[in-house]
């Protein structure tokens, strides 16, 4: 078990120092758990993200100087997209533009991906929705015990990590 801490950068270093530490990576997979924000009023519950996506990156420009910004990654089989940034997403016009391009909102979830891609481990991404990315993000710790005891259950459930009492 890792915790790799807030925003992109804590995410990156914290999974790609935790992978070097191996020698074989052979048969290992990233489970990354954690909360996001609903970006449309229907998601609720457990997702399995299939996409990720960067968003506060300028993909344009990059794209302009001829390099790929990799800015969207397949992560899962599923369609559902998750936008990644170190914007805590509580402005409904942020809230809006990222709506137009993925259903939830996390700080983290694009750099596991990233990171995990660099040294050819795949990732399977759970997330719950803990707020609707607007102001009642601003009770994200209160609403975080509610998402921990769900991503619990799933763990125990689906990855059978939990040994049986």
């Known amino acids: 078990m890792l915790i790799t801490g807030i925003g992109k950068t804590a995410a990156a270093t914290a999974v790609a120092g935790a992978l070097a530490a ?4 052979a048969g290992l997979q990233v489970v990354n758990i ?7 009023d229907h998601h609720e519950g457990l997702h399995e993200p299939g996409v990720v ?11 302009a100087l001829g390099y790929d910004p990799e800015e969207r990654l397949r992560c899962g089989a599923g369609e559902m997209v998750l936008a990644s940034g170190d914007v805590f997403v509580t402005d409904p016009v942020v809230r809006a533009r990222l709506a137009a391009q993925a259903d939830l909102v996390d700080m983290e ?12 481990v795949p990732v399977r991404l759970v997330k719950h929705v803990s707020d609707n990315a607007d102001e009642s993000a601003m009770d994200w710790p209160t609403m975080v015990d509610h998402s921990a005891r769900a991503l619990g259950d799933w763990l125990r459930t689906s990855l059978s990590m939990v040994k049986p009492e």
């Not at 954690?34 to 449309?40: D, E, M, P, R, S």
């Open 34 to 40: 954690g909360t996001a924000g609903a970006l449309h």
């Open 109 to 120: 979830g694009y750099a596991v991906v990233y990171a995990a891609r660099r040294f050819g």
């Open 53 to 63: 996506l960067n968003h506060d990156v300028n993909a344009d420009a990059i794209r």
């Open 22 to 25: 191996y020698d074989d990576l």
